[in-house]
């Protein structure tokens, strides 16, 4: 009874407090104290977000209608994937007008109003540049291959056929795994790392930097807030080829990512771009040691502001994940960048399928709760969360079953390759259900009328069936629900610097069951404490918690803590403020 009133006081305490303090400018007094350390992200995927034109592909107006739902949810900066001019091989990765709006999304008058709408509700705009490649559609490429004498020509990578076949380069999306693409026009290969249509930029040329650091500027002069730099860890390149040995691409990072001069690069980037603006960075990719992501992001190095590591995020497979696993890459992260440099945490993206279905429970008695859970653990990490558009709703994987439902080039392009090799492609499929990028980019579910309230039009990929249940606006009036659950751990985020500064200390290191840590900083210490089984679970912690406030959990009704033992609940999710 006692634990029950002491955590209705202290949960309306925090919500009167969050909804009260909202912080532009750092809102601790630690000298090291950053608003992008502090900021609250939140990423869209701007295709499949809100379509207000009824084509059936979401689109900048859509996101615009849906501002104030942004805001509601608390989250502090938008990540926008790429919007600009684009053939959509990759879904607007593949750019062929770096300073102009993609048809599909509206126009630059859209972006301004967006721009503006963002800043009127206090909440930042990280845009998405992709540098590493264009579009072949781009007209930086279109002369580049005309003719070998082209200005353009040393923009991108190419191979003169003559010389032979080029070293072999392993493509990530080529049906054949080939990056090397010959091209009769002028009797070249062309080098792409992605899709053929996605030929790389050659950032060995300062010409082709300095076209890059300007169209960063025009973005920048806009009042944009950050850049997210796609694939940059592979932007540099060894261009005598070596060769590579066999299998390599089983391992392609270690030969592609952090190459070259990168840091230089990166340095200069700084120099013409991030210095001049208050803006955040972050790269995609961490390189391939702590020393990589360190050498990316230390303060005294000027290049990046915080690393983007996979680490966490790779850990699913479809038969499962150990805990002590995913605890022990979180830990370590954490231990590495305990004195410099930044991290981020996040649990998925665009490239991955939906949190709940690979890191939780997606069965209808788990789907809640361990969404719920996730939530905590991102929220409550040091580092700056990320929070991938629909996993707010515990959106999960639509599964699909038919090669024809699937919209992504990588599945689809893989799909090829393995009918090609006279591969298992029932076995296929069944991976591609788990893990295809598709699972998280299906249309997000606004309510229970026709196509989830996406479109009046016909979405461009398929809605998951499941948006009778699962939307904004049944969970919108639940209290109980995953959303509004949501909303409450931004507030506790945010009214609780300890999660953001304090220091992490693993608890319980070896229960392969339970995630136990502390946070302590800024004058508190906190507990959290995590059950990543579908069975109730025994914490091993010497805290007493009869004198804890428990501040937030995601069971209605409190945990009993009978003379100390502390079990939690499957997926149960708590967080304490212990006594000092
Ligand atoms: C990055 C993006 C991914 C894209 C690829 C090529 O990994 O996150 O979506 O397909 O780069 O641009």
Redesign the pocket.
């Known amino acids: 009874m006692k634990q029950h009133l002491r955590f209705a006081i202290s949960f309306f305490i925090l919500t009167f407090f969050a909804k009260n303090t909202f912080a532009q400018s750092p809102a601790s007094a630690n000298p090291n104290a950053k608003w992008w350390k502090e900021a609250i992200i939140y990423q869209i995927y701007p295709r499949s977000f809100k379509d207000a034109d009824g084509d059936g592909i979401g689109d900048l107006k859509g996101i615009i209608s849906k501002l104030d739902y942004i805001k509601s949810l608390g989250v502090t900066a938008v990540w926008l ?1 790429p919007i600009y001019s684009s053939p959509n091989d ?2 607007g ?2 750019v062929s007008d770096y300073r102009n709006i993609m048809k599909d999304f509206g126009t630059m008058e859209d972006f301004d109003a967006l721009l503006k709408g963002l800043h009127e509700r206090g909440i930042k705009l990280v845009m998405d540049f ?1 540098l ?2 264009s579009s072949d559609e781009h007209k930086w490429f279109q002369q580049s291959r005309s003719s070998r004498y082209n200005i353009y020509r040393d923009y991108y990578h190419w191979w003169n056929a003559e010389n032979g076949k080029p070293p072999y380069r392993y493509s ?2 080529d049906v054949n795994g080939d990056a090397w693409k010959y091209d009769s026009l002028t009797n070249a290969y062309y080098l792409h790392y ?1 899709s053929r249509k ?1 030929p790389d930029l050659n950032w060995e040329n300062p010409t082709l930097r300095q076209e890059v650091f300007d169209i960063m500027k025009f973005w920048a002069d806009k009042g944009i807030d950050g850049f997210r730099l ?2 940059f860890q592979f932007a540099a390149k060894d261009t005598t080829y070596p060769g590579f040995p066999n299998g390599f691409e089983k391992k392609f990072n270690l030969y592609y990512a952090m190459q070259g001069n990168l840091h230089g690069y990166l340095q200069q980037m700084y120099h013409e771009v991030f210095s001049k603006y208050d803006v955040m960075s972050v790269a ?1 990719g961490a390189g391939n040691s702590f020393a990589d992501a360190h050498n990316l992001v230390d303060s005294n190095r000027h290049e990046l502001n915080m690393t983007y590591a996979f680490d966490g995020v790779d850990i699913p497979k479809p038969e499962g994940y150990s805990l002590l696993h995913f605890k022990e890459v979180f830990s370590k992260w954490d231990s590495a960048f305990q004195n410099d440099g930044w991290l981020s945490i996040f649990l998925s ?3 991955q399928a939906r949190m709940v279905s690979r890191f939780g429970n997606d069965s209808p008695p788990f789907r809640d709760l361990s969404s719920k859970m996730l939530a905590t653990f991102i929220m409550t990490m040091r580092g700056t969360p990320y929070f991938y558009y629909g996993d707010e709703l515990g959106m999960t994987n639509i599964r699909f079953d038919d090669i024809r439902d699937y919209r992504d ?2 599945t689809l392009n893989a799909y090829e390759h393995q009918k090609n090799i006279g591969g298992d492609l029932k076995k296929f499929m069944k991976l591609k259900a788990f893990e295809s ?1 598709d699972n998280g980019r299906t249309p997000f579910q606004w309510n229970h009328s026709t196509n989830a309230g996406f479109t009046s039009g016909t979405p461009w990929i398929k809605v998951n069936p499941n948006y009778k249940t699962i939307n904004e606006e049944t969970e919108n009036a639940d209290p109980n629900s995953v959303l509004n659950y949501f909303k409450n751990v931004v507030n506790l985020r945010k009214t609780h610097p300890a999660l953001v500064y304090g220091k992490y200390d693993l608890l319980d290191k070896t229960n392969p069951d339970v995630y136990a840590y502390t946070r302590t900083g800024e004058g508190e210490k906190l507990l959290i404490l995590l059950n990543f089984t579908s069975k109730n679970a025994k914490a091993n912690i010497k805290i007493d918690l009869s004198k804890a406030n428990l501040l937030l959990s995601n069971y209605k009704i409190p945990p009993s803590l009978d003379q100390g033992n502390i079990v939690l609940r499957p997926y149960e999710s708590m967080v304490y403020k212990l006594p000092r």
């Open positions: 994937n990759d879904n990765y593949d992709v590493n490649h990530l999306f992605f996605q796609d694939a995609e993206n665009h490239d080039i990588e990028r």
